[in-house]
């Protein structure tokens, strides 16, 4: 018979707590080091012993049981409601040794719930170097419970926190804190009307603006008699509450902890004095920035060109070994350039992720939010705004999610309307291939002009983002509290296996994802691309020998196929919709991948590579192919203009179904998301023209 | 007894008082209470936010916030 054991992770931001929950259970999990990266639930299993397996929670991180935001909010309703399945055996609360302390807060009220605690202290490698020294059987006698010392970066300590999981029963579920100490008066009412039930359990519900649903019913319409109290006077009386469990805590680490001052080295106040600098921080902060886009730029393209020809050859292998026919066709000139046209950008997006990974695994994100929080706050953001503006860069949709611990809404709402602005790597591809085209090779200062324009895409999503936000609050009027508080942790050296780990899940998981609708759009192109309505389409060939009696066998053939394909259902489609992108410098080819691409803008190039290859089956790459494009004017398609046109067009409109999605989500109407599709899609429309207009 | 807002750079002092209704809750369970010492390692340019050290803690607070805790100087 195997027995299940229900167990909670909890703890404080940047303690470790998904790097242990990453040991325990090996599933492979992102672990920053910016406070409330984890967001959504994570569970894994683990074997305990022979018989025991541990179905383990990793819950958001919190300073406190009573929360300030929405994934805050996520432990309070778990650990009030025992009829939820996930509804804990025994919690464990992940505390970061240097910290002691103020970790200590949360023990203490987790405990106070009647669910068996084990402290896990953490870091406990570091306890040397920075002279702490600890008596853990006082500390376990005085806060009535089992301590396990782990150090996650050294992966020590976890089988002897797995045998005290296992003998958890042992753990006293006695509260550390009387409750009812902060008003006598006012919790002996409680205690009369709701007999029985545990005191701090009840003035949770009673304090916490959070969802209940789940619990009792009647217990929260009897209780809402007790909310009497003013928000101030409740405010007080949490204030009394959090004083009294530090008096305690104060008297057990008076017992328990000793720190030797003296052997501690200060490496953080050095760095900081230079990273958060009111001058170098904010030099260096660019720096990097530029550093990473010019190294996203020039390291990637060396295996870029490897998979383009890769998938050329492919193509190549394919169509000249196997039996020709419908199947064939499509394989080759469908289904292979579509998904060419995605994993060529594997490399940038991969070193992207490992950049973004590195600055939040070092503690780096923080301070650019200390740094960046009064400049934002002018555009009606808040310092906090600056990790989605930047993780956006990698792409927007956990970057809107990561807005949750802004703390006012509006800031939080503007901050969700303009990360769209910024340049995801899905628009990479686009301006990848179109900056090839048409940037000429040469440097300034430097700098390659084709790094340059790069940069300079990312700024202007950037400025554009921060335009916005400065109309949106001056025009929006929602009244909300505003504040701003964060942790600014330890400088640490980065976990490779966190940040492989990242990299790895981000790179795959943008390739299956992009993968997907890139192999289904691919076929669907060829079909439409391969098929047409009517004579010319079918008569295409006898067409052109009638118009061109004169020219050779190879010309014609070129002839037909790109009259066939003006002539295919999707030549039809596109050649409809022309009129209205021919004043961006765009034909109706750009104009299908406009279309297609609205799906997710990476299937851009994939929709030109199945469109071109259908048109001239000769196995040149992608970008060849688009350099060899001419208009009917005789000049080149992508030029200096129509190219930069059609990069200011990715700029600004909102392409990209899966973030509409989720701001629905997030702002639980679909009045914001379908406001920034009408938007955006009309400024990057009138952007775009005036771009070709000048330029041309 | 001064605002912490007007506390300088590097100058040590004891938290005094909080207004209670103007602070968030968060900040006080990360340790700004009365009785604890704080200090500012950091203000950022036009001296906002605040870069401090209350207790154990490292943290950042805007200046809007630091105006209502008061604290006592340590000489």
């Known amino acids: 018979m195997s027995k299940s054991l229900n167990i909670a992770l909890l703890g404080n931001p940047n303690t470790g707590k998904t790097s242990l929950f990453n040991s325990l259970t090996g599933l492979s999990q992102k672990v920053g080091n910016y406070p409330g990266v984890t967001v959504e639930k994570k569970e894994g299993v683990c074997k305990l012993d022979r018989t025991t397996k541990g179905y383990f929670i990793d819950l958001p991180g919190t300073y406190s049981i009573n929360s300030s935001s929405i994934d805050e909010s996520i432990v309070v309703e778990l650990l009030l409601n025992k009829n939820n399945k996930d509804y804990p055996d025994l919690a464990l609360v992940i505390a970061d040794v240097e910290n002691l302390k103020r970790n200590l807060l949360l023990f203490t009220q987790i ?266 706050r002018r555009f009606g953001l808040s310092g906090k705004s600056i990790i989605p503006l930047i993780s956006g860069t990698a792409c927007a949709i956990p970057a809107i999610m990561s807005t949750r611990n802004i703390e006012s809404w509006k800031e939080r709402l503007i901050t969700i309307l303009v990360t769209p602005f910024t340049t995801c790597s899905a628009r990479l591809p686009v301006y990848a291939i179109l900056i090839a085209l048409v940037i000429p090779d040469g440097y300034f200062l430097g700098f390659s002009y084709k790094g340059l324009m790069l940069m300079f895409l990312y700024l202007i999503g950037f400025l554009m983002a921060l335009g916005i936000a400065w109309i949106l609050t001056t025009t929006l009027s929602i009244h909300s509290k505003s504040y701003f508080v964060i942790e600014l942790p330890n400088y640490k050296i980065p976990l490779i296996k966190n940040v492989a780990l990242t990299v790895w899940e981000k790179t795959k ?188 | 007894m001064i605002p912490l807002s007007q506390l300088k750079f590097g100058e040590n002092a004891c938290i005094e008082s909080i207004e209670i209704d103007k602070i968030p809750l968060k900040l006080i369970e990360m340790g700004c209470l009365p009785g604890n010492f704080i200090t500012i390692i950091q203000k950022a340019p036009f001296d906002d936010p605040l870069y401090l050290k209350v207790d154990e803690t490292h943290l950042a607070i805007r200046k809007e916030t630091a105006k209502f805790i008061f604290v006592k100087l340590i000489k």
């Open chain 1, 111 to 376: 405990k106070d719930l009647g669910i068996p605690t084990i402290l896990v202290i953490n870091m406990a490698d570091q306890m040397k170097r920075k002279g702490i020294s600890l008596d853990i059987p006082i500390l376990e006698q005085m806060l009535e419970t089992k301590i396990a010392l782990v150090s996650t970066r050294e992966n020590t300590g976890l089988d002897e926190l797995k045998k005290l999981i296992l003998n958890y029963r042992i753990i006293s579920n006695k509260p550390l804190v009387q409750i009812n100490s902060i008003d006598k008066k006012y919790f002996e009412n409680l205690e009369n009307a709701f007999p029985g039930q545990l005191l701090y359990k009840l003035w949770l519900i009673i304090t916490q603006d959070a969802n209940f649903g789940a619990i009792q019913r009647t217990l929260i319409s009897d209780i809402s008699k007790f909310q009497t109290k003013s928000k101030s006077e409740i405010k007080r009386l949490q204030q009394k509450e959090t004083i009294k469990r530090y008096q305690f805590i104060n008297s057990v680490l008076k017992k328990g902890l000793q720190i030797d001052k003296a052997s501690a080295t200060d490496f953080r106040s050095k760095l900081d004095r230079v990273l958060i600098h009111k001058f170098w921080g904010y030099l260096i902060f660019f720096s990097i920035l530029m550093i990473i886009f010019q190294s996203i730029f020039s390291w990637s393209e060396v295996p870029m060109d490897f998979i383009d020809n890769c998938f050329n050859y492919l193509s190549s292998v394919t169509s000249n070994n196997l039996p020709s026919g419908v199947f064939t066709d499509l394989l080759s000139q469908g289904i292979i350039p579509g998904l060419g046209g995605i994993v060529i950008f594997i490399p940038q997006i991969a070193f992207l992720f490992l950049f973004l990974s590195i600055l939040e695994e070092t503690g780096y994100m923080s301070r650019v939010v200390f740094l960046m929080d009064r400049g934002l």
């Open chain 1, 509 to 696: 998981s943008f390739v299956e994802g992009a993968g997907k609708i890139i192999l289904a759009i691919s076929i669907l192109l060829w079909i439409l691309a391969s098929y047409g309505p009517g004579e010319n389409f079918n008569q295409a060939e006898n067409i052109i020998q009638k118009k061109y009696p004169e020219l050779a066998e190879k010309e014609i053939e070129l002839k037909t196929n790109s009259f066939k394909l003006e002539n295919s259902y999707v030549g039809v489609l596109g050649r409809s919709i022309e009129p209205i992108i021919t004043p961006l410098g765009y034909d109706w080819k750009i104009g299908i991948a406009i279309i297609t691409s609205f799906a997710a803008r990476e299937v851009f190039v994939g929709t030109l590579a199945t469109i071109y290859s259908v048109q001239n089956d000769d196995n040149d790459t992608i970008k060849n192919k688009m350099a060899s494009e001419i208009r009917k004017d005789g000049k080149l398609l992508f030029n200096l203009a129509s190219g930069t046109s059609l990069m200011i067009f990715y700029a600004f409109a909102m392409q990209c179904m899966s973030t509409l999605a989720v701001v629905k989500k997030e702002t639980n109407s679909w009045k914001w998301p379908l406001g920034q599709l009408f938007f955006m899609t009309i400024l990057a429309y009138f952007i775009s023209f005036l771009t070709y207009q000048i330029l041309s």
